[in-house]
């Protein structure tokens, strides 16, 4: 995702404010000279090195630090007996950093998390944003939002559904976003060097997992299905694993942030006490395309892919995606995407389609329609199109429809403006 090439930057960023050269520390940990050393032998041999006293302030930064065993322990004592300096470590098992560190740096260490990227950085790295997009006209700060004004326009609608067609094959990371040779062949990249590194060496590694091909048999049918509800019972069927063997694999999957868990709510908007259904989707809507085949704009699976991409923009909000849920009730009746409040109310929700059908025939999103009036939301009403806008009432709901690409963009455009 990009983590060594950040830590590069927070280099230079030091370098640049007039911290010395000496006092500034970056070791890959897989390198194999280092492969018998302490974290704590590393910084001693730093320090000797570069003459820094004990209590001088410097800056150690560990790259891929999983590699080190009991990086954990190491990484604490150094936090304890240097608490001048400040340590950085970065890792691409982000299951076994999220557990060890919780059990063992507790009120030393800080977390990050680095989602994919989003599609209006992929745009931004592939050199076609103020291509493909433009700024809205620009609005009274203290005026709010007017329904169907967004912040940006599409200059080429068709440009843009194609380039988000290509984000959603590849373009949520970075090396597939840059390289020629990757985006040749992204299924192999992205499945390779990723989900089988991460499924077959990562997480059997941390848990113990004994049946390593059950566990990707399991994640290949959760891929499959991105955005789609299932229940404990069914997908125990359908994928071949006891319930209480898949709930621990489902946990599994998700620490090492390889799905998400979207949790259910009813027409009033209440959460189920005891939660039999829920959807499941990808944090990365290319990991679908490197297990199965890239998609085409006609391909059926791209409605659960947009739906997958469009939360996926989510995940960078200040609030994060644990305020994302789904609505379900009655007869099949479903709203893709409910936001809900500080005091867990619905405050917004969101219909996802990739085709045009429903802004011709705005009456087919009843359930939006329903669960609007009844939340007396009906003004925070939007459904995605494939390239249709504008505002469509339907029985005292003003539906806001937008391009599922653009909305996308403005999306993730706004999070990392930091408005949203």
């Known amino acids: 995702m990009g983590k060594t090439v950040l830590m590069h930057q927070a280099v230079k960023v030091l370098a640049d404010s007039g911290v010395p050269a000496r006092n500034l520390l970056y070791v890959s940990i897989d390198t194999p000279t280092y492969t018998d050393l302490r974290l704590d032998q590393l910084v001693t041999l ?10 001088e302030r410097f800056f150690a930064m560990f790259d891929e630090v999983q590699y080190r065993r009991e990086w954990e322990v190491q990484l604490k004592s150094l936090v304890d007996s240097y608490p ?29 998390l680095l989602p994919p990227m989003t599609f209006a950085e992929y745009l931004f790295f592939i050199g076609r944003e103020t291509e493909l997009l ?3 006209a ?50 192999r990249y992205i499945r390779e060097d990723i989900i089988e590194k991460v499924l077959l060496r990562d997480l059997p590694s941390l ?69 039999t259904a829920f959807k499941i989707y990808l944090s990365n ?8 085949g890239p998609v085409a704009p006609e391909d059926d699976a791209m409605g659960c892919l947009a739906e997958t ?60 329609v329903e669960f609007a009036r009844q939340h ?9 199109t494939r390239t249709r806008q504008g505002l469509t009432p339907v029985r005292g709901v003003l539906i806001d429809q937008i391009p599922t690409a653009l909305y996308c963009y403005i999306v993730g455009k706004d999070i990392l403006g930091g408005t949203v």
């Open 134 to 136: 433009r700024p809205a």
């Open 207 to 275: 848990y113990g997992v004994a049946d390593i091909q059950e566990l990707y048999r399991l994640f290949t049918v959760l891929a499959y299905n991105t955005g789609a509800e299932l229940n404990l019972d069914k997908l125990s069927i359908g994928s071949g694993v006891a319930k209480n063997t898949l709930r621990r694999y489902l946990d599994y999957l998700e620490a090492a942030f390889l799905i998400w868990r979207v949790r259910r709510v009813d027409e009033t908007g209440r959460r189920f006490i005891r939660e």
């Open 46 to 55: 730093f320090m000797e090195g570069q003459g820094i006293g004990r209590n």
């Open 84 to 112: 001048q300096a400040r340590f950085v470590a970065s890792g691409s098992a982000a299951a076994a950093l999220r557990l060890k560190s919780r059990e063992s740096g507790a009120g030393r260490f800080t977390e990050f």
């Open 376 to 384: 007396a939301l009906t003004e925070a009403a939007t459904a995605t």
């Open 309 to 368: 991409a469009t939360f996926s923009q989510w995940m960078h909000s200040r609030s994060g995606a644990g305020r994302i849920a789904y609505a379900r009730w009655g007869k099949g009746r479903e709203v893709d995407i409910v936001h809900l409040s500080d005091q867990d109310r619905p405050d917004w929700t969101l219909e996802v389609k990739w085709s045009d059908r429903c802004f011709d025939h705005p009456e087919q999103l009843e359930a939006l």
């Open 138 to 187: 620009a609005q009274p700060a203290q005026v709010p939002r007017k329904r169907g004004a967004w912040s940006f326009d599409a200059v080429d609608l068709d440009a843009l559904n194609a380039e988000f067609v290509n984000y959603l094959n590849f373009g949520g990371f970075p090396e597939a976003a840059f390289s020629k040779e990757v985006r040749s062949d992204p299924s």
């Open 285 to 292: 809507p290319s990991m679908r395309a490197a297990l199965f």
